[in-house]
C-alpha cells in the first residue's frame, strides 16, 4: 500500500509585476485552502461559498465573507476573481482564501490566477 499524504499540498514562489509572490494550495476533505501573500503573511482570510444554483445558471454563485481582517470590497471581488474557478474546477468546493497583496492591480491579480493553478490540488 503506497504511502498517501494525509493533505494534498503544493506550492509556488513568483515574481509578479515585480514583487515576490508565494502561493499555497492545500485540499483538504471538503474546504479548499489557497493562501497568497507578498508580504510573507497569511493575511486577511475570506470564506467563498458556493450558493444553490438556479436553474438557469452554469456557474454557481459564489458568497464571500471575511473571516478575519479588515472588510474591505476590493477583498471581495478580489477573493471572487482570484478562487471563483478553484471552486468550480474543485466540484463546488468551497475556498478559504487568505490574501496579503501589495499589488491590487488586475494585471496583479490575472498573473496571480496563473500562479495559483499551477499549485492546484483540487
Not at 1 to 15: I, R
Not at 23 to 52: H, R
Not at 74 to 98: E, T, W
Amino acid at each position: 500500500m503506497a504511502d498517501k499524504p494525509l493533505l494534498d499540498s503544493k506550492q509556488a514562489e513568483e515574481v509578479v509585476r515585480g514583487v515576490p509572490t508565494q502561493v499555497v494550495c492545500t485540499a483538504f476533505g471538503n474546504t479548499i485552502l489557497v493562501v497568497v501573500t507578498q508580504y510573507g503573511k497569511m493575511g486577511t482570510l475570506v470564506s467563498l461559498e458556493p450558493d444553490a444554483m438556479p436553474d438557469n445558471l452554469t456557474k454557481p454563485l459564489l458568497s464571500t465573507k471575511v473571516l478575519l481582517g479588515k472588510d474591505e470590497p476590493f477583498l471581495h471581488i478580489c477573493a471572487k476573481h482570484l478562487v471563483s474557478s478553484v471552486s468550480q474546477q474543485a466540484g463546488n468546493k468551497p475556498v478559504l482564501l487568505a490574501v496579503a497583496l501589495k499589488d491590487r492591480s488586475i494585471e496583479a491579480i490575472r498573473a496571480l490566477q496563473e500562479v495559483i493553478q499551477q499549485c492546484r490540488v483540487w
